[in-house]
């Protein structure tokens, strides 16, 4: 057999065999061309193999080592999944920023290219740097990182600051619970991000860009920093970007595991060699960023998604969402569902719709109670309140908000005063120490939280813990100590049963 065959090298995939599956491939097939790919993100079918014929890519999964004789027979029919392409989960998505993601080879520029790869820098030159912020500006991205901020207006800033030297910094942090999509960028589609970081820099004036990843993430950092070495030797990055006459190049920084180092302000500091600590604006970043010089920040699917609106026309992306939220959304099915991994799709969407229809509800089998959106800040919503769309101000009026487009689902055994307790904890952990509502209430939070569990003063209890989130809400400096009320309000909002005074009836 000389086929070409298609397998994930994503972290994912890995935990799962996918390595174990490649060595029983080509030990069994030593003709076959093996190319690894990202995951296309149906976490529940890897490790997804896909086979090249001449419809199309057929699909095995999820596949073990055991299978490969019989699938290389031309057999396993229980695993075959037909066209890759055509199977729900990926027909009903709108893939703008993951369009290569889990089809091409990410270590191939030729690959990269063959699919749209470049279009966007090229359009990007041909525009000059004050078009290319105009067309990012009018394409209506928001920030991908959390804080929703449109990019055009923080991409003008910088490019309206005077400064011998600017810096575009990508904020690969990915904290969030339930978030993996930045993860995925790097090492399914790394040089779409080198491309948009590219962008950037030409646009604002800066000719270096720093990329900070989560030590977590070993297998990103050895995908991305092989994507720089294979796009710089290219001529994508370096003293004269494709011959476009601007220089741009990217360092890659690994943090130490603090959540707060994701804050932008915390990231800077750690990238100079500090401590990682929240500081005050202003200054912006925009103005004194890194070593005091003006920055962007974006997160990586921002910076990712940049390419394919120079590509295709900023209408084209402004045409798809709901209100001030424009475009496409990678959103993150994560925790106890049956259909977990990546859908991209237009803003709109509703909660409900992604949980029970899209994610097939709990992979437990029981009904869905709670799920958590925008990672460890973000709130609990009940199924009542399943019909908000995925929208950053229908989220935020309901006191919740999308963050990085995280969903984690909890069936009905969840204790909802154990994630109440859990939110005021990680908050403690986590707290960078610089400001008293955050460094003190977070630890008082998981004080009072433990008399309502024991029952006493249940009534008071629960008063001066809405006073202590007031107080965190609205004196944090940051949004680690300001945001961390929405798990705790919104558990005991949504799900008072949980905080009443024992016994408590759980579900069996
Ligand atoms: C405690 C805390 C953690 C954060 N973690 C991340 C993170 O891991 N990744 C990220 O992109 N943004 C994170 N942010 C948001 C960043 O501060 C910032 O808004 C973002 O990098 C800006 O990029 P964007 O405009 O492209 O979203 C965090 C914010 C806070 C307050
Ligand atoms: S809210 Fe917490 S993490 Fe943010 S600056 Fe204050 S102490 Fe630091």
Redesign the pocket.
Known sequence: MTARMFLPMDAAAVAVGADDVAAALLAAAPDITLVRTGSRGLFWLEPLLEVETPEGRIGYGPVSAADVPEILAGGANSLRLGLVERLPFLRRQTRLTFSRCGVVDPRSLDDFRAHGGFVGLARALSLGPAGTVDEVAASGL????????P?GI?WKTVAGTVAPQKYIVC??????SGTFS?RMIMEGDPFALIEGMTIAGFSVGATKGYIYI?SEYPHAIAAFADAVRIARAAGYLGANVMDGGFAFDIEVRVGAGA??C??????LDSIEGKRGQ?RPKPPLPAHEGLFGKPTV???????ATVPTILANGAAAYKDLGMGRSRGTMPIQLAGNVRFGGLFETAFGVTLGELVEDIGGGTSTGRLVRAVQVGGP?GAYFPPALFDTPFDYEAFAARDGLIG?GGIVVFDDRVDMLAQARFAMEFCAI?SCGKCTPCRIGSTRGVEVLDRIRRGEKSDANRAVLADLCNTMKFGSL???GG?TPYPVMSALTHFPEDFAPPPRVAAE
């Open positions: 928001r920030g991908r990182g959390g804080a929703g901020f990019t923080k904020n690969a942090d990915e904290g969030d930045d989560r959540y707060v994701g804050e932008e302000t915390a990231l929240v920040i974006n997160n990586v699917i921002s910076l800040l990085h986590e940051c949004a680690l945001f």
